[in-house]
């Protein structure tokens, strides 16, 4: 069955500093993608990055960098340079390869940003 | 481009009730899809629509229903209400076959 496990209920880092959140992900389709979002006070979820099962490269957005390892299937999110805003839920997903778009999300990591 | 607007923000309703709510897709999406997000948990598919419908269904009783219209605008009804389903309902619409969701800011719905 399909599943996704962050095994990090909640992480702190000091601001400037790096920071990776951890993601584990089962899933006996060949064809999927991972996710990653970001979940603030006010409920929203913003798309930080992706990376699809056949992708070659990790996957960078700015200073957010996704370290896939297929065989061990992982899937972690790194945030270089953390600043303050940064402080949020974080969330990792996967969604199948099929018809439709429906997406798993773990339990998420709740992430703290120090001065 | 507009994003995607869930109405109302918040919520209370009694147990036994029943409530709608109300999403608008981004333009030039044309699926919705509908999760639950209990407190400390996250979001647990609900259902998704597609051309007005339904298209796939997570593990939710039928009182759970919902709409899609022409516009891909969406609705998400919850029947006889409990009060195990006060959470945070989030709508995410996306083009099929395209991997961008973009989600709305949510409606928390709080059952007494």
């Known amino acids: 069955a399909q599943k996704i496990t962050q095994t990090q209920p909640g992480m702190f880092v000091q601001e400037k500093e790096a920071v990776t959140l951890d993601c584990t992900y089962d899933?006996?389709?060949?064809?999927?993608?991972l996710f990653w979002y970001k979940q603030p006070s006010s409920g929203e979820m913003i798309f930080l990055i992706y990376?699809?099962?056949?992708?070659?490269q990790n996957a960078t957005e700015g200073r957010y960098s996704l370290n896939f390892q297929k065989a061990r299937k992982s899937a972690n999110l790194v945030i270089s340079a953390s600043q303050l805003g940064d402080s949020a839920m974080y969330f990792c997903?996967?969604?199948?390869?099929?018809?439709?778009?429906?997406?798993?999300f773990g339990a998420g990591t709740r992430l703290a940003v120090h001065p | 481009e507009t994003g995607v607007t869930q109405s109302p923000t918040h919520l209370i309703k009694t147990r036994g009730q029943q409530v709608t709510l109300r999403c608008s897709s981004q333009?030039?999406?044309?699926?919705v899809s509908w999760y639950q997000q209990a407190l400390g948990q996250g979001p647990q598919f609900i259902f998704q629509?597609?051309?007005?419908?339904?298209?796939g269904r997570g593990n939710f009783p039928p009182r759970f229903s919902g709409l899609q219209f022409p516009n891909y605008s969406s609705e998400l009804n919850v029947n006889a209400l409990e009060l195990d389903d006060s959470a945070l309902y989030l709508c995410?619409?996306?083009?099929?076959?395209?991997?961008?969701?973009?989600f709305g800011s949510g409606t928390r719905l709080t059952v007494v």
């Open positions: 899933t006996s389709d060949p064809s999927y993608g």
């Open positions: 990376q699809g099962s056949y992708d070659q």
């Open positions: 997903a996967m969604r199948e390869g099929g018809g439709y778009n429906k997406l798993i």
């Open positions: 629509y597609y051309r007005e419908e339904e298209n």
């Open positions: 995410a619409s996306s083009l099929r076959g395209d991997y961008g969701y973009t």
């Open positions: 333009s030039g999406h044309n699926t």
